[in-house]
């Protein structure tokens, strides 16, 4: 099936409203195995649409539409795709049910024009809005399908799901399941050399390489007559993917690196706490932001000042003198100070330049030392991200440090302190 | 002048790649008075570009293409924008210098297939790119004009601030000029209450307002003849504004909260620490995200449980016992505390419930309390945000935090502590 999506709406052509639904059909329609051939956003204006819904038809069978269908004036999606597909506009008595009920729960009166949402093209099958008030819904003629979804996009995408979704699944004949594999610490065009093999003789399941904030993404994706079936060939891949790189994946489910460690630690029982230099509370503040963190997380201290890290930290003065604040040494002593201070298992700390100023030759902007020590056991890394903004620096430096706190909980316990 | 937006992509449609092509381009032709009737995306597909190019010339007269000028096979938006308009692609010598300058400097080899970035059409105006190796250009030919860009963001909105804007202006009859206006404290239905009798009776300059993430911004435009007038009108209408709402702008220039307070702490050379539970290092982040704000920001405390907060802060444990860790009296002793241990003249902190799991009748999920001192000056802020997820709980605290640091440095000393 070839798809257009067209989303309507004038505030989205003046850029005041980022057009989010959009990216969200095109990977929708992408995994349910129907191709996007164009996307358009046109005004509020009948003609411009009914032009594109012309364009549309000429080479492709599905047109989904999001917006236009409220109870103004300038709502005038339904009016032109019923005259597209040569239907006409009836009142939907259930949908009049459906708003008197939806604005006495509100309570609010309902005003006349909203009935103008109930004015439904007549062959259409209706999509009840759990959201909101206007409803949307599919018309077939002659080979031409429209879906019309409402524009909000909190109305739009449950709708998708619990009504378009299904009902383009009855159109297509293939299923289609996917996992994102997340893995850190590898470069994408490395990624790629590691598994180009998997990626060359690829039928299916495909795979797709993303690269996104320091991290490497991968897409197995499988389109079989079961879901089974496809769920097997998946799994399959996986396992091939686990043996290549598996150092690497912290998560076969898209799960971000940071809500993996809140995991880790909480079954672990393992309490943490961190000192940030360069990082300035960013590290504290993705591990704050999974819900349930105050089971493990005690404490983080943002040591920007070397005084700070004299004082809250006992970094001896001598050591930022002799090797400087950025330095392996500094970050061990931080890190020990964090340990010892919170009483914490686990304890991160960073130290480095995130710029745009204070680089050296010796000490360029990019450069980050991270130490973390679990209990007897104690690592420290230097990064250097070249080039990289202040933002993507101490980003960059933060996935470390989340990616240190997995290696550690992972890695078996030795009496001896190693480097990573 | 009438105009499309054309962004040209495979990867667009399958949705891997957020478009910010287009919003940014909206915005931007908006303010230089050139209003967009449609936004279209197409594959890298030279028959579907063609048909878009014949629609769009139908009843506009500028076309704005991005992507599809870098050197593979499946670039050919210059190839079809050429042909639309008369005109045959030539080798471009400047370009080739200037792309073996290009490839020197990053010491890579320059493949032959790169030269077909210096295949230009015959009558453009050829657009530099600074940022990256595909150049753009304009053309016009009997009434249409084509303006093609590079598909990266990094590279597009340079080239269209440098080349294509200048060259829009010279087009446009109508001279815009426009500030953004920034608040904190007060909602938008407030807001608008406050300037509505501006808004109704609005000619020229056009006030709009816009609400974000807890801030609300409204945008002054006046289009005049000239630039002078047209900033004056804008100045006139801020001196307005200035009366009624003056106590919540903080920006008149489209700054953010965090960088109009680090740019006011180092103008007032004023030291400042902080003390983080519910924000978890979000304030801390916020602050050190702006560059050179190591001259005045000393250190951090994320004290996440209770016994961090004793420990670091010297918060007394009968205080969280009587009052509880989320209550005004433990703020106050967080705030001493920051200030006492880090000897800093502007301390903060906060102390709340970002949910989802946490909160009673009495003290529910977003109830945060906020503590500020400056030298003998000392301020506590009760929030409570209902309803929030523990992200916008989160922020909502981290922008008062902001706003309570402005407000602690803007008003003038006095000798007793007082209560906001």
Chains 1, 2 share one sequence.
């Not at 995408?157 to 590898?186: C, D, H, Q, V, W």
């Not at 100023?357 to 104690?378: C, F, M, N, Q």
């Amino acid at each position: 099936m070839k798809a257009v999506i067209v989303t309507v709406g004038t505030e989205l052509l003046f850029g005041q409203t980022v057009d989010t639904n959009a990216v969200y059909l095109s990977q929708r329609l992408q995994l349910l195995g129907i191709d996007v051939m164009y996307r358009h956003t046109v005004g509020d204006n009948p003609a411009r649409l009914r032009r594109i819904l012309e364009l549309s038809y000429d080479d492709c069978d599905l047109v989904i539409c999001t917006g236009g269908l409220g109870p103004t004036q300038d709502d005038l999606t339904k009016e032109v795709v019923c005259e597209a597909l040569g239907d006409v506009l009836i009142r939907h008595e259930e949908t009049v049910e459906e708003l008197n009920a939806f604005f006495k729960k509100l309570e609010r009166p309902m005003t006349e024009n909203n009935l103008r949402q109930a004015m439904l093209p007549s062959k259409a099958l209706v999509f009840a809005n759990h959201h909101g008030s206007a409803p949307g819904f599919v018309l077939e003629n002659d080979g031409r399908t429209a879906i019309c979804l409402p524009g909000p996009p909190r109305e739009m995408k449950p709708m998708f799901e619990e009504s378009a979704a299904p009902y383009l699944k009855t159109r297509s004949n293939a299923t289609i399941y996917y996992r994102l594999i997340r893995t850190f610490g590898i470069g994408e065009s490395m990624l790629e050399t590691k598994i180009s093999d998997l990626i060359d003789a690829q039928t299916d399941p495909t795979l797709a390489t993303y690269a996104k904030e320091g991290e490497c993404s991968i897409r197995i994706a499988s389109k079989r007559n079961t879901m089974e079936e496809a769920k097997q060939a998946v799994a399959d891949m996986l396992s091939v993917l686990r043996e290549r790189i598996g150092e690497y994946i912290f998560s076969d489910d898209d799960e971000e690196l940071a809500a993996v460690a809140v995991k880790k630690l909480i079954e672990g029982g393992i309490s943490i706490s961190c000192a940030e230099s360069c990082t300035g509370g960013m590290f504290a503040q993705r591990l704050t932001d999974i819900p349930g963190v105050s089971a493990v997380f005690d404490r983080g201290f943002v040591t920007y000042s070397n005084n700070a890290k004299i004082e809250q930290l006992g970094v001896s003065p001598d050591t930022i003198e002799k090797y400087g604040a950025v330095s392996e040494e500094t970050a061990r002593e931080m890190v020990r100070g964090v340990k010892s201070v919170s009483g914490s298992r686990l304890a991160i700390a960073a130290t480095g330049i995130a710029g745009p100023e204070g680089g050296t030759d010796e000490k360029p902007v990019g450069l980050v030392y991270i130490a973390g020590a679990l209990d007897d056991r104690e690592v420290c890394k230097r990064i250097l991200l070249r080039g990289g903004s202040r933002g993507r620096i101490r980003v960059h430096a933060v996935l470390n440090m989340l990616f240190m706190v997995l290696k550690l909980i992972g890695e078996p316990a030795s009496g001896n302190a190693s480097r990573a």
